[in-house]
Structure formats: C-alpha cells, structure tokens
C-alpha cells in the first residue's frame, strides 16, 4: 500500500503561556508514507519533526488538515500506532518479562497462551531471554530501550513511531541497537517513524530520509536512501564508504543551512 | 579511629550508624540524668529517667494503660483508613481529571489552613464528646493534607508511561489501574506513613479537650497530681509507639517495592 500513512495539510500551533503569541510549529504539510516503509524524520532540533511524530501517534492534535492510516481517519492514540519514547518507559514495579507481556495486555485478538509464545519471542529478538525476570532498574539504558521496543512490538502495532529511541545511549550501545533495530526490520516489515537528529544513524536506517526545515516545520528535501546505498550494504557494513559520505555531507548542508535560519530568526 | 568517623560527606558501616543512633539517645538520657540529680530544676518538674521507667511501669501496673493504648491505636487507625478511603480515589481523580481538580484545590487549600485545635469546639458541639467527635477531628486533620499529597504523587507519574499505554490499546480507566497506581504506590505509602504521625498529634489533642480514655485524657488527668513522672511516661509512650508505626512503614515499603533498590 502506497499510501499507508497520509497526512494532508497537517498544521499545528503552539500558543504562548500567557496566549498573546502564538508559535506555527508545522506548516500545512502533506506527506505519505508506505507499508512497511522506514521512514526517518531529520531537522535541526525543535522543528517540529517530533511534533508532527506524535501527531501521528494521537499524542497531540493537529490544527487543521487529517491524518488517515491506511483509509482511516485517525483520532486520539490507539494500540495501531506504537511509541518509543527517548527516556526510559519501561515501568519500573514489573519485571523485563512482565514489561515485555504488558505490550499484550490489552490485545484481544489472541489467546492467553498466544500472549506468553509473543512475550517470549520478543524478549528473544531483543536479546533479552535470560533477563526475563529482572527488575528494568537493574538492566542498562541500552536494555531498557529494548525492552520498550520489544514491548511496543508485542501490541502488534500497524505502526512503530520511535522519538529519538537511541538518543541517551552512548555511542557502542547506539550502534548495537541499530544494527538490531535494522534485522528487526527485516523480519517485521514495520511500518516505522524514526525521528532523529543523527544524521548517520538515519542514513543507516532509513528506505528514506525526510528532512524538515526550521520550524515551522515544511519538507525541505526527500532521500531514497535505497537507491544511493542498498539496504542490504548497509546492514551488512559493505557499503561504499564514499557514497555514505558524500550523502552525509548532502544532507550535513541541507540541515545547517536550516540551522543558520533559526538562529538568524531568534 | 574518631578520625574515621569525620569523613567529609563520606558513609558509615551500617553497624556504626546503628552503634551511633543508640549512643545519641544514651547521650540524651545522660544529660537528663545528669541535670535532674544536679538539683537545678525540682524533681516535681524533672524527675530522673529512672522515676520515669519506674511510671511507665506502673502506668501498667497500676492504671490499665495497656487499654487506653488499644482506645487511642485504635482512635488513630480507625480515623486514619476512613480519610484514606476517601482521599485516595479523590486525590487520584483530582489530578487526572482537571475539573475535579479544579473544583476541589481551591476549596482544600482553604480548609488546609484551618487550624485543626481551632475546630475541636465546633465539632464537640456538633458530634458530642462521644468518639464520633474525636474522630472527626482527626479526619479533618488528616484528610486535606492527604488529598494534596496524592494528587501530587499521580501528578508526577511521568508522562510516558501513560503515552505508552495509551499507545498500547489501553484505555482510561486501565492506565488509572494499571499504570498510574502502580507507578504512584511507593511515593502513596511514603505520605501514608507520614500522615499517620499527623494523626497521633490530633489525636492527642481531642483526647485532652473531650475523652475519658486514651493516652492524652491519661496525661491529662494526671497532670493535675502534678504526676510528672508518669506524664512523662505517656509521652515517651507515643513515641515509641510512633516509632513503631514508621519502622513497619519502612519494612512493608522496602518489602513492597523492592524494585526500587538497585
């Protein structure tokens, strides 16, 4: 489906505390998305990428203009649109299995046991198997973000929106979970809303790049990433070094350009 | 050795903070010893804490304190579990549902600031002197504060885990049940155990005005035999009774969340 995720004229406007001035975050924007794409959101920070994002999700409204998941208008958060937070969301008072079962919780369209089969294969795709029952505060940043992963997989969602997911992690443990991320993909098909500001992490994500102007926030530029550097190349690190950089530097530009407007604004 | 015990901002073995806490109250004891056979102060104002021990045997011995304790206990938690029951579901609803919130907050921050002593007369002249008044009384005492304390607790569950849920199919009534009470429970017996020791310095001061049972009237009546030992026995009595209370507080609450150890 090509159209899997539209939005159409989305706008939305953020009102000062005092309700005298008002902040246009995202322009009447349009853009759709396809089954099983993975598409990365990038923009210098505060553009409104992550707001359009949650937008999406049903965690804020837009103004004006709709939103439709494949045909469906879409109102308010519902378990079709999972999210993945960039702080920690995993709850502390269950275990990494229970947190992981908690993503099954409110499904209705398998049984008991059909839970605990999703809960273990999800705990076993993160790499999380022997850590079933461990408290999450006991586990590293990088585990907990799994567990939030592999949790938003187990609600079955039509749709995986992930804000920043690896955004507090360092650098080795980043690196790790994108490269995981990228063989879930695989076998998932997931329709996924990558919001980043990492420009590598999204070259080595995306099927395409979406990058957002300063705020408010209007598609400046779109990349198939998949006709520069196949995706088999990059999951498998044989990419051509070169085409990496020189797409690097592309979008580098493109983004510092938008930065130069934001700060000329302010 | 006392080298190693100033240590800027540096923790003690369990053993010795124990060790310490101990010597703190002999500390105490002494001084007091010390300044009652001095001679300074008359022993009708400052017994020795031996005269007090010796009270505080009697008290059981010889005037059934062990009854006015069970009274005054009972007093405590009877009121305590009634502005519970009641402050746990508003609080929960005042700061998840803006108009309740809304409603209530104003009005609760005005009664907050009542003196509690100062209502004693109204409420024996409206429930008696029976033990309705005495736990209405620390109902009123109780009960505001609590209510606050809760809807800052469930305020302050973070917004992601209720985004989650959310977004994982849950809907409002289930993110209350299953994600916010949770993730609110240890800061909630944290206030609880808090609010209980307001509850024992209302209730001593309902004992005083209007009762004929209890710790307070115990002290009370006995203060007019200038019975300072054994006054001072009812009060010591309190605390340890209070101390009680906070430790099993703690223990449940480190047994309860153990998951909030690292």
């Known amino acids: ?266 | 050795m006392l080298k190693s015990l100033f240590v800027f901002r540096h923790a003690l073995p369990r053993k010795t903070e124990i060790i310490l806490g101990i010597f703190g109250f002999f500390l105490f004891l002494a001084i007091w010893h010390i300044t009652a056979i001095s001679g300074v102060i008359r022993p009708e104002f400052l017994p020795t804490p031996f005269a007090v021990a010796q009270a505080f045997i009697r008290l059981f011995t010889e005037r059934d304190f062990a009854s006015d304790i069970a009274v005054s206990v009972g007093r405590v938690w009877f009121a305590f579990l009634l502005s519970v029951v009641v402050a746990v579901p508003l609080g929960l609803l005042m700061s998840t549902y803006r108009v309740v919130g809304a409603i209530l907050e104003p009005f609760i921050d005005f009664v907050r600031y009542l003196p509690v002593p100062a209502l004693v007369p109204l409420l024996v002249i409206w429930f008696g002197v029976g033990e309705t008044s005495k736990i209405a009384v620390l109902w009123m005492g109780t009960f505001f504060q609590l209510i606050l304390l809760i809807a800052d607790d469930t305020k302050r569950v973070p917004g992601e885990y209720i985004e989650s849920g959310h977004t994982l199919g849950a809907s409002n009534g289930q993110i209350m049940r299953h994600i916010i009470v949770p993730a609110a429970l240890p800061n909630m017996v944290d206030n609880l155990r808090i609010t209980l020791g307001w509850c024992w310095t209302y209730l001593i001061i309902a004992e005083i005005v209007a009762a004929n049972s209890g710790i307070g009237y115990m002290i009370w009546s006995l203060r007019r035999f200038v019975k300072t030992p054994e006054v001072m026995a009812g009060i010591i009595a309190i605390g340890i009774i209070g101390l009680l209370t906070d430790q099993a507080f703690r223990f449940a609450h480190a047994r309860l969340f153990s998951y909030l150890r690292r």
Request: aromatic share 8%; glycine share 8%; net charge negative.
């Open chain 1, 1 to 266: 489906m090509d159209k899997f995720i539209e939005m159409t004229d989305v706008t939305k406007t953020y009102w000062s505390a005092d309700g005298k001035t008002e902040t246009k975050v995202v322009l009447p924007l349009s853009l759709t998305i396809a089954e099983g794409e993975m598409v990365m959101f990038l923009g210098p920070s505060g553009c409104g990428k992550t707001t359009l994002m949650r937008i999406v999700g049903g965690l804020e409204k837009q103004d004006q203009g709709e939103i439709k998941l494949a045909g469906d208008l879409l109102v308010g958060p519902d378990r079709r649109r999972g999210m993945v937070f960039q702080s920690y969301s995993s709850f502390p008072w269950l275990s990494v299995r229970d947190n992981i079962k908690f993503g099954t919780r409110y499904r209705n369209d398998i049984s008991a046991a059909e839970k605990d089969e999703v809960t273990d294969y999800y705990m076993g795709m993160v790499g999380l198997s022997s850590y079933g029952d461990f408290y999450t505060n006991r586990i590293s940043g990088g585990m907990r973000q799994r567990v939030a992963i592999a949790r938003t997989l187990a609600s079955s969602p039509d749709v995986l929106l992930m804000d920043e997911p690896f955004g507090a992690l360092d650098a080795q443990t980043r690196e790790h979970l994108q490269f995981q991320l990228m063989d879930i993909n695989k076998s998932e098909k997931k329709t996924t809303i990558f919001v980043t500001h990492d420009v590598e992490e999204a070259i080595l994500l995306a099927d395409r790049i979406v990058i957002f102007s300063a705020r408010p926030a209007r598609v400046v530029k779109e990349i198939d990433v998949n006709a520069v550097i196949p995706v088999e190349e990059r999951r498998n690190s044989t990419a051509d070094m070169q085409k990496f950089f020189s797409l690097r530097n592309e979008i580098l530009k493109i983004i510092r350009a938008e930065y130069q407007q934001t700060i000329g604004a302010d």
